[in-house]
């Protein structure tokens, strides 16, 4: 009894003093470009771990981990990206930009604004580009955007067609991963010559199948998502090792989804939904992480 009581009181003085807060809004580049961003920010004595997001769901998404600390005395949060988990930008070079932000935050709770300028460097440490952030809560966010929403749905200046277009753009779901589409590509960093595919239907079974190729080998010719977890082991004997997923049937409940998750047995993990259309395909691309 004595030690379970231990137990639990460690668990809670751990629970107390770590945080997670999502800010979401945009970046603002010198020459007037503005990019969706979000970061997940995991607070724990003063050191930041968490994720950070480019351009989410819009067709150069990235998803990067973060490192940094945040001093509550001093009011200062410094965090930087470290490692690009994903983008579905084309890799030409395995040479990144990468974000790095020091400044004033008033409290590391949600209720802050975060903004200020960043400057972003590559793996070298060579300057890349530098600009504005401007993010607030997610929540808060979320709240303001479900506002506009409402407003441009109401109006009658704004054509269907364009209203349409603006639901569904990344700068109104900037707090909603939407996955993988049909026809797009994610490239991924992998340091491992395995990686596990998992596949389900995290919905309604409906009958969609697809079929499962690697490196134009076909691993599963028409395979149905159940609720059960199907656990594929793929080995990455090339420099560049391509998964491709194409949709035979939608089932009864269109479009063809299923989640997928990518695992290495060591720890990394990218899951992300599926959705697309009979005879689309949805492709992930590894790359080895000591090429250059």
């Not at 070298?124 to 966010?141: H, R, T, V, W």
């Not at 080998?217 to 420099?239: H, Q, V, W």
């Amino acid at each position: 009894m004595k030690s379970l009581t231990t137990f639990l009181l460690l668990f809670n003085m751990l629970a107390a003093t770590s945080q997670t807060v999502e800010y979401s809004g945009l970046i603002a580049l010198p020459d007037s470009t503005f990019i969706t961003y979000k970061v997940d920010i995991i607070e724990n004595d003063g050191y930041i771990s968490g994720y950070s997001y480019t351009d989410l769901n819009g067709p150069h998404e990235s998803k990067n981990s973060i490192v940094g600390r945040y001093d509550d005395k001093s009011n200062h949060l410094e965090f930087r990206e470290v490692d690009l988990i994903y983008t579905k930008s084309p890799i030409d070079e395995l040479d990144f930009c990468y974000v790095y932000y020091s400044g004033q935050m008033r409290r590391l709770n949600g209720k802050s604004n975060l903004e200020g300028n960043f400057k972003s460097y590559y793996d070298d440490l060579e300057p890349c580009i530098n600009g504005e952030l401007m993010l607030q809560s997610a929540e808060k966010a979320e709240r303001k955007l479900e506002k506009l929403k409402r407003k441009i749905d109401k109006t009658s200046r704004i054509a269907d067609s364009v209203k349409q277009r603006l639901n569904e753009s990344s700068f109104f779901n900037v707090n909603k991963r939407q996955g993988l589409k049909g026809g797009e590509t994610l490239n991924v960093l992998w340091n491992s010559k395995v990686a596990y595919l998992e596949i389900w239907d995290p919905g309604t079974v409906d009958g969609d199948a697809m079929s499962i190729s690697l490196n134009g080998k076909t691993l599963e010719k028409s395979y149905a998502p159940k609720k059960s977890k199907r656990k594929i082991p793929l080995i990455l004997d090339k420099d560049q090792s391509k998964l491709t997923l194409i949709a035979l049937t939608e089932g009864t409940e269109p479009p063809n989804t299923a989640q997928i998750r990518l695992t290495d047995g060591n720890g990394k993990e990218i899951s992300m939904l599926s959705s697309f259309k009979v005879g689309e395909k949805v492709e992930v691309v590894f790359y080895f992480k000591d090429l250059k």
